[in-house]
């Protein structure tokens, strides 16, 4: 069988409240997810030796933790039967530790290519059942739709929002999500809200509770967001460290981020509410 190439696109919390704490410790959010037309690419190539391997290793992450190598083993313990194996190549624009969900994406795709190369026929339900124990964000990329999720982030509704255009900016930090949901000053109650499941509603109404503890700690991060709310709606995503900024057009995009501070990063992508993994997926078929 020939080698599968697919996108592993990054994800936007448009907003995010954090309204309580479990007994272990996690966080439970109401947050609304959408997917950009932006990521890392992933290249999958059947072996015969039985063996999963990446092409080459991302610098500072040890393959057993990779979450790429951790989800094809996973899958792989869910049959058994005996696999073909798989080398994985990784093309990495996302910044890590950013906010966008470039690990859980990652891990979504390998699991939805990993099904499809292996013939496992698993349904995108088990999928996101298999993903949850990786990450929390894992279950929306295998699912595909921008959604309103509550609990960890696993309970999904499908939602619509405007596919905005969106200027994503990386201050010079990196900011441990772990961190964030450690500190005391973490707002943890706010009340819940109650939204239609094809929500379409205006999602900068909605704040992101990182964000004040995230200010405070990465005056990097205040600066870059006094920065961009000159122009229009500007937010955190998860944890951090990216800020976006949401604009109606491409052009108004790509003026706003060509004229950003110097020493930040970022990409000007637009956002979707299908997953350009999916997209690409239904091609193929
Ligand atoms: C902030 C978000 O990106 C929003 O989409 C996600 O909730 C983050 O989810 P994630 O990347 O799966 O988070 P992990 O990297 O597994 O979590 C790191 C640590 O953050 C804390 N954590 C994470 C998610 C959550 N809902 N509550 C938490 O308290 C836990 O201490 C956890 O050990
Ligand atoms: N394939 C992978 N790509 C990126 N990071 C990975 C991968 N595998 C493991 N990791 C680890 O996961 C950590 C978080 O990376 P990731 O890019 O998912 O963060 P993030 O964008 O902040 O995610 P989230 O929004 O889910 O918190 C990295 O610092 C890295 O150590």
Redo the contacts with the bound molecule.
Sequence with gaps: MNSLTLPSP??L?LFLHIVGQREDGYHELQTLFQFLDYG?TLTFTPRTDGAIRLAEP?P??ADE??????AARKLSETVTRTLPGVTIH?Q?K??????????????ATTLLALNRLWGLDMNLAQLADVGLAL???VPVFVHGHASWAEGVGEKLTPADPPEDWFAVLKPDC????REIFSEQGLTRNTPRIKIAPAFEGDASRYRNDCEDVVRRLYPEVHQGLEWLAKFGPARL??????IFGRFPTESKARNIWASRPSGINGFVAKGVNISPLHKKLTELN
């Excluded at 933790?65 to 951790?70: A, E, H, Q, S, Y």
């Excluded at 996302?94 to 891990?107: H, R």
């Excluded at 990196?174 to 999500?177: A, E, L, V």
Aim: aromatic share 0%; charged share 15%; hydrophobic share 35%.
């Design positions: 990054a994800k919390n890392d991302i500072g992450v933790d990779n979450l790429i190598i951790r990784i990495k996302l910044p890590m530790g950013g906010g966008l969900g470039g690990g859980s994406s990652n891990a990450g929390a964000d990196d900011i441990s999500t995503t998860g944890t951090g460290a990216c």
